[in-house]
Nanobody, 123 residues
């Protein structure tokens, strides 16, 4: 059973914007902290953003702070990642994640992962 499914990836020029969406099973979005990770070709998977179950607490990696915004709508079972001022180094597969533990999501060890969506930023 797929608990998380991402959408919204694509190709954009540097300086552009994309909005990623993650559709989740109801029990996930209404109870669990969630996050976004990414993996570029030849690189390790890295943390991007975190949001707690209510949406009242967020946290970002230094590389995206001020450019990306994570949000959630628990009434629609959705989590979003608004990405502005995109750079070529943002090119990666982006993954939506969830876990019952805040620490598990923020430390890169969430139990649930979506299949990923490709984001490509050209210079």
């Amino acid at each position: 059973q797929m608990h998380l499914v991402e959408s919204g990836g694509g190709s954009v020029q540097a300086g552009g914007s994309l909005r990623l969406s993650c559709a989740a099973a109801e029990r996930v979005t209404t109870r669990y902290p969630m996050g976004w990770f990414r993996q570029a070709p030849g690189k390790e998977r890295e943390f991007v953003a975190f949001i707690n179950w209510s949406g009242g607490s967020t946290y970002y990696s230094d590389s995206v702070q001020g450019r990306f915004t994570i949000s959630r709508d628990n009434t629609k079972n959705m989590v979003f990642l608004q990405m502005n001022s995109l750079k070529p180094e943002d090119t990666a597969v982006y993954y939506c994640t969830a876990d019952s533990s805040n620490f598990a999501v923020r430390s890169g060890r969430p139990s649930m992962w979506g299949p990923g969506t490709q984001v490509t930023v050209s210079s």
